[in-house]
């Protein structure tokens, strides 16, 4: 009888797993790239203060009293992480502390506790809230989840993976567009049965899924009915209102 070769076997594993993270490793790093107005919306002004530190990007006004309340918020899959500044100044000029975590490999999932590390850094912020978009957003749940210190999730075009927030006092809001291909309203409505009862969904009519950033198309999606400013405009006044009944 032929004797097995476990040396090629396992060779030959062994090349297929090394083949199969370097394929994964690309894919995750083909990103959509910020586009020129969310580079600069990073950039500190009268009106806003942002800054690049600890390995993630903060805004905050830039005169007034110290925002007490800080929303923390985690990107979407394979999307530049800075692709998101133009709606998060938008929520940092009405007073509030945003903090805007960067994924590894560009998917939130592989860093959930990121939120852990900003709330060590800025004691100074009492309440805290945490969001994100799409993959994000499921990154962001799973982290309220576990902590219920945080008073809020926030969900741009993105839902929980699990009933978890549902048995906690933790408030959510859940914002979505009525042209959006990925997360499309069945799917929203369906999310219902997940999230606390006293959930808040606010519709974007013409919003889409890209235009919660600013990172142009994006495959599967459908064409928006409005201005990427006029959407931005839209979810930073829902999230600010959110916010504020946190205090």
């Known amino acids: 009888m032929k004797r097995i070769n476990w040396k090629i076997i396992l060779a030959a594993f062994a090349v297929l797993v090394v083949s199969s993270v370097f394929a994964f490793v690309f894919w995750a790093s083909d990103i959509a790239p910020a586009a020129d107005s969310a580079l600069q919306a990073m950039q500190s002004d009268s009106q806003v203060f942002a800054s690049a530190e600890n390995g993630w990007v903060i805004f905050f006004p830039a005169a007034g009293?110290?925002?007490?309340?800080?929303?923390?918020?985690?990107?979407?899959?394979?999307?530049?992480?800075?692709?998101?500044?133009?709606?998060?100044?938008?929520?940092?000029?009405?007073?509030?502390?945003?903090?805007?975590?960067?994924?590894?490999?560009?998917?939130?999932?592989?860093?959930?506790?990121?939120?852990?590390?900003?709330?060590?850094?800025?004691?100074?912020?009492?309440?805290?809230?945490?969001?994100?978009?799409?993959?994000?957003?499921?990154?962001?749940?799973?982290?309220?989840?576990?902590?219920?210190?945080?008073?809020?999730?926030?969900?741009?075009?993105?839902?929980?993976?699990?009933?978890?927030?549902?048995?906690?006092?933790?408030?959510?809001?859940?914002?979505?567009?009525?042209?959006?291909?990925?997360?499309?309203?069945?799917?929203?409505?369906?999310?219902?049965?997940?999230?606390?009862?006293?959930?808040?969904?606010?519709?974007?009519?013409g919003g889409n899924h890209a235009q919660f950033a600013s990172y142009g198309l994006q495959a599967g999606d459908n064409e928006a009915g409005i201005s990427p400013e006029e959407q931005w405009a839209q979810v930073a006044q829902a999230t600010v209102e959110f916010l504020e009944g946190l205090k």
């Open 65 to 205: 009293p110290q925002p007490e309340t800080g929303f923390i918020f985690y990107p979407g899959g394979r999307v530049d992480y800075r692709a998101y500044a133009p709606v998060l100044r938008l929520i940092a000029a009405q007073g509030y502390f945003v903090a805007l975590v960067p994924a590894p490999l560009n998917l939130a999932f592989f860093d959930v506790n990121a939120s852990a590390r900003v709330i060590a850094q800025y004691p100074e912020v009492q309440d805290w809230a945490v969001g994100g978009h799409s993959l994000g957003g499921v990154a962001a749940s799973a982290y309220a989840a576990n902590h219920p210190d945080i008073k809020g999730v926030v969900f741009w075009a993105s839902y929980p993976a699990n009933d978890a927030l549902k048995l906690m006092d933790t408030k959510a809001l859940s914002i979505y567009g009525t042209n959006d291909g990925l997360s499309t309203g069945d799917k929203i409505n369906e999310s219902r049965a997940l999230l606390p009862a006293d959930t808040q969904f606010i519709v974007i009519e």
